[in-house]
């Protein structure tokens, strides 16, 4: 529905216009809310810019209800920050906070893939491979949008997996941080390292298939310091 508008945002938006405000119901607020994610986390906006709520409003046809419910959860989400009375920026994070939330995540990611091969069920894999599969072709069509898109999912059904809820939320409460900064990691060292992210999810699928606990979660920590590389411009390795 979002991208229809977005191709059209004049019409859009002269349309929510002539209807009046919007009532922000829960479709209206998931789909601003997904649209808007997707939108910062592909580096539309730079690190520290101000969120343009007059253009995103035209841009997806809505009233200003709707899109500031959105940027309320992509701050407790930590991808903004919320400005009392100017509105929200895309929060900038410093070296040092990548360097140390790669590590938690590396390690948070390594638990849930040790866990996981203790605890996962023949439907969660069947499910986790069928996302592979997707994301794989993606990957073919050189769709970096699609491939993202799957490859969060895996990321999170491999921590659902692991049955433990503490881990889930902790999870849950860093990933929104670094979910942009992941996504350029895809389009830094783009050619090579979408080729070597790829291979590391087909290792990550194979030791989840033969529940080697240890390998996994050593490939997933590994996996996220790779990525932490990428952003570096390859110095660490």
């Known amino acids: 529905m979002l991208k229809s508008l977005a191709n059209k945002p004049e019409k859009a938006a002269g349309e929510a216009e002539a209807a009046g405000p919007q009532p922000p119901t829960a479709s209206l607020h998931g789909e601003v809310l997904t649209r808007l994610r997707d939108y910062i986390v592909e580096g539309n906006l730079a690190d520290g810019d101000r969120v343009p709520e007059r253009e995103l409003c035209a841009l997806f046809g809505i009233s200003r209800t709707p899109l500031r419910e959105a940027l309320k959860v992509l701050a407790s989400e930590g991808l903004l920050d919320l400005l009392p009375n100017r509105g929200a920026r895309v929060r900038a994070l410093t070296k040092r906070d990548l360097t140390e939330l790669f590590d938690v995540m ?121 990525k932490r590389s990428a952003l570096a411009g390859g110095d660490e390795n």
């Open 106 to 226: 590396g390690g948070l990611e390594g638990l849930a893939g040790r866990l996981a091969c203790e605890n996962i069920t023949d439907e969660q894999l069947a499910e986790i491979e069928g996302l592979h599969y997707e994301m794989y072709a993606c990957y073919l069509r050189r769709d970096l949008h699609g491939y993202f898109q799957y490859n969060q999912k895996i990321h999170q059904k491999i921590v659902a997996a692991a049955g433990n809820a503490i881990l889930a939320s902790t999870y849950a409460s860093f990933a929104g941080r670094l979910r942009r900064v992941r996504y350029s990691a895809n389009l830094a060292r783009e050619r090579d390292r979408w080729s070597e992210a790829m291979r590391e999810h087909e290792a990550i699928l194979d030791a989840l298939r033969r529940k080697a606990g240890q390998e996994l979660s050593d490939i997933m920590f590994h996996h996220l310091r790779n």
